[in-house]
């Protein structure tokens, strides 16, 4: 078992900046592909932004490719995402997740193992 355990989020405005950590415990976190997810209200969850289990390769989604940073401490058994020029529409629940030995393009929905609870992220205009 992992456990995943979500902070950062809050209310923020347009174009602001808002930091999610994500601290793991329970097994070896350097061998898990670790990713963020997000959900909107009465949308699907998507996926955000990957960083691989090895190399710290990243992968993003398209709509928030040059805004979001993923990176990992492994010493902390943690990962971050940097929410840069925030919009509304970034507005979601967003959700840390991870997939043993998976690398940052390897990180569907369906394909994850253990998921965090969740942080409310809210960008008001």
């Known amino acids: 078992q992992v456990q995943l355990v979500e902070s950062g989020g809050g209310l923020v405005q347009a174009g602001g900046s808002l930091r999610l950590s994500c601290a793991a415990s329970?097994?070896?976190?350097?061998?898990?592909?670790a990713g963020w997810f997000r959900q909107g209200l009465g949308k699907e969850r998507e996926f955000v932004a990957g960083i691989s289990y090895v190399g710290g390769r990243t992968y993003y989604a398209d709509s928030v490719k040059g805004r979001f940073t993923t990176s990992r401490d492994n010493a902390k058994n943690t990962v971050y995402l940097q929410m840069n020029s925030l919009k509304p529409e970034d507005t979601a629940v967003y959700y840390c997740a991870v997939r043993l030995f998976a690398t940052a393009q390897a990180m569907g929905v369906r394909e994850i193992e253990y998921w965090g609870q969740g942080t409310q992220v809210t960008v008001s205009s």
């Open positions: 329970g097994r070896t976190f350097s061998n898990y592909g």
